[in-house]
């Protein structure tokens, strides 16, 4: 059994129940609009299965749900936000209008956003820049979770790095990737299912492999991706992220303070680039001719287009949803 | 037996080779620094052993050594470089003043290079940045050498991304690795050596794994690092290095039209960042607490550490080359 709702309806559920937990109405429309476009798109392990988490952090007074952003024009080509302690959504979206501006006068432009709480998936923040043209980076430090290749304790957050590049004609090449082997929700979704995971993501408390998320998730760790090559990744994210925006490393998190608390106060970088001062009109065609090869070599499915499949069923047919995880959604509204 | 040689004497010998092959000697001061530089530094995969290459490249007519770049100051945020058909070492050195100059006065700029080769380690085209204070990201990419995760043949390059960062009195911190599982000069090392890769890294030409680094070389291919994530990065570089800057594709690669080529003529874009704008003057600070950390959580080494250990030893006691590998640089005099 399931419940049918339209995109607009889970996101008025979703943002009523973060303003019933000490959200502003605007940034609850922001957080939950994010929240929602992971469900609708069935990127379930950062959907309604975040929902908890975002009310336990905002209960445990770690996250200011009604922070205001803080934007600075730091350079022609920098925007400084401070997110006050909010989420990274609210500064992003604070920031968009004067970080496209940049762009398009200066050609690349990046927002550097610190004292900043990413909860969500990180596509979400780099589609839209490539909706409206522009090439997009984006990079998120969190609180540490893998073990860096040659060490002995985890450090630096599972790190995600996310890329964006428009499409003429279609909607916009994009991926979105953990520096650990998988991302941290996978696990959270492995272990609210009480199944294991794959062997090789992570290690217990005791350092030791382990395929049992909750053993992972507890005090044990993850495992960067590809070794030293997810490791040299995850660093370089903490320092554009953290380093570069004066945001707090990963380390240096003071969540444990706060019972519930399940977000980091760390920092985001986003880099945009208008693609047709060095490429001229050519761009589009170019990277059509790339994606025909790629199709050409055999790739079955583009960076992104799964998302945009279940995306379009969503928004033609509702998003559905299991009886148990909607009652868990009406549930916090009483909470 | 070895011959030992001082950094500016092979320098010199290895830009006589180039010039005696065809490159105008400022050209070749600047592609034999680089190749020396990996030779001092360790990084044996991308020092002498390119040499031939090199030689065979220009011999080929494939690649022009006496290559004037096309400097263009394309935004205040951007500069585009045509390399017209030379080495982009020669067109980075021709376009560092320009970058840097908007780096300091946008805090963010990008050189895009385009209708250039690149036959070196990427490390060597970052560190000065860092040295300089900046923060440096780089991308090229190459003739197709990778299978992308999913497909059935090989369609992008090894695309190799590199990123520095600066350190108040140290050197900076540098890696730079290939979107392969190794750098195509591992295989070629392996090859030079006669000796088998680890199992992984490619596939034969009939599309069967290999750990035969010539069956690899010559109509095999090269496997990307954990699976879908190294594809990702390697599409990544593919639209920033190529699409980005006007350059070609890998898979437009025609340097099997000339015989003995062995560069690809594509493009490479470079990031550069100024993080007192963002970051204040904590930012040599933090970056420093980072690595403390980084060091009690048990990492023995430091990205770029190895190579600045074998810098140091070059420096001071000279660079100890092979007879057999020194009498093969100087047959390149004569050949």
């Known amino acids: 059994m399931a419940v049918v709702l339209t995109v607009e309806a889970l996101t008025d559920v979703v943002a009523q129940v973060l303003v019933r937990h000490g959200m502003s109405p605007g940034n609850a429309r922001i957080v939950a609009a994010v929240v929602v476009a992971a469900e609708r798109d069935g990127s379930r392990s950062h959907g309604l299965l975040r929902l908890p988490g975002y009310v336990a952090t905002l209960k445990s007074g770690w996250v200011d749900g009604t922070a205001v952003p803080d934007v ?21 979206a604070a920031s968009r209008t004067v970080l496209e501006a940049k ?36 990079v998120v430090n969190v609180r540490s979770r893998i073990v860096v290749w040659g060490a002995k304790r985890k450090l630096l957050g599972t790190n995600p790095m996310a890329f ?33 995971v794959a062997p090789g993501i992570g290690v217990d408390a005791q350092g030791a492999p382990s395929v049992d998320p909750r053993a992972i998730l507890d005090g044990g760790a993850m495992m960067p991706f590809a070794d030293h090559k997810g490791s040299a990744i995850a660093f370089m994210v903490e320092i554009l992220a953290a380093a570069l925006t004066g945001g707090r490393f990963g380390f240096e998190d003071r969540s444990a303070a706060f019972p519930g608390a399940q977000t980091s106060n760390a920092g985001q970088c986003i880099i945009v680039i ?55 959604v009406m549930a916090l509204l009483e909470a």
């Open 72 to 92: 600075v024009d730091a350079a022609p080509g920098l925007v400084a936000t401070d997110a006050r302690n909010g989420f990274a959504q609210v500064a992003l």
């Open 103 to 138: 762009a398009r006068a200066a050609g690349i432009a990046a927002l550097a956003i610190r004292n900043s709480h990413h909860f969500a998936a990180l596509w979400p923040d780099v589609e839209p820049f490539a909706a409206s043209g522009f090439v997009a980076l984006a």
């Open 164 to 196: 964006a590049c428009p499409r003429p004609g279609a909607p916009p090449l994009v991926w979105d990737q953990a520096s650990s082997v998988v991302a941290q929700g996978e696990v959270l979704l492995a272990a609210t299912e009480r199944r294991p």
């Open 274 to 328: 208008e693609p047709s001062r060095t490429a001229g009109n050519a761009f589009g065609t170019r990277v059509e001719a790339l994606i025909a090869q790629l199709l050409a070599s055999g790739v079955s499915r583009l960076p992104g287009e799964h998302r945009y499949a279940r995306r379009r069923r969503a928004l033609a047919d509702g998003i559905a949803i299991a009886e148990r995880d909607h009652a868990a």
